[in-house]
């Protein structure tokens, strides 16, 4: 069976960065609740694992922030660097880039996501089913 892929358009808050992405039908979106996560953009933040040359964007116009994560992961935030809005993730261990889910310009594809880091760490005035975790 032929994979159909979508095509969407996003973009930061300041208009600085501009981009093009193709995605699955039904995307793979993680909502991380991890205190790195949590740290990085200030709350809950749901990210989408983009496929190998997935997105068309200007890399020039982002800026970068190296750490390494909770289960020793480098990864390297990619930011707007005017205004700062949070744009890409990438985890060098999957060797995946994942963007920022709300940078899209049209979220009514996100229909299903996954809670990563949900026991560990999250707000308590969550709820969330346990269909909805991962695995
Ligand atoms: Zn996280
Ligand atoms: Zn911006």
């Given at each position: 069976m032929e994979k159909k892929f979508v095509?969407?358009?996003?973009?930061?808050?300041c208009g600085t960065v501009k981009f093009k992405v193709s995605?699955?039908?039904?995307?793979?979106?993680?909502?991380?609740?991890?205190?790195?996560?949590?740290?990085?953009?200030?709350?809950?933040?749901?990210?989408?694992?983009?496929?190998?040359?997935a997105i068309d964007i200007d890399k020039s116009l982002l800026s970068t922030f190296e750490h390494i994560g909770g289960s020793g992961n480098k990864?390297?935030?990619?930011?707007?660097?005017?205004?700062?809005?949070?744009v890409l993730t990438f985890v060098e261990r999957w060797n995946k880039f994942y963007l920022y889910a709300g940078l899209l310009d049209d979220i009514s594809i996100l229909?299903?996501?996954?809670?990563?880091?949900?026991?560990?760490?999250?707000?308590?005035f969550m709820e969330i089913s346990e269909k909805n975790l991962k695995p």
């Open positions: 095509h969407k358009k996003g973009g930061c808050i995605l699955d039908e039904l995307p793979r979106v993680f909502s991380c609740h991890c205190e790195d996560c949590r740290k990085k953009i200030g709350g809950i933040m749901s990210i989408i694992e983009l496929r190998e040359n990864i390297t935030k990619y930011f707007c660097g005017k205004c700062a809005a949070p229909k299903k996501s996954k809670n990563i880091y949900f026991e560990e760490s999250h707000f308590p």
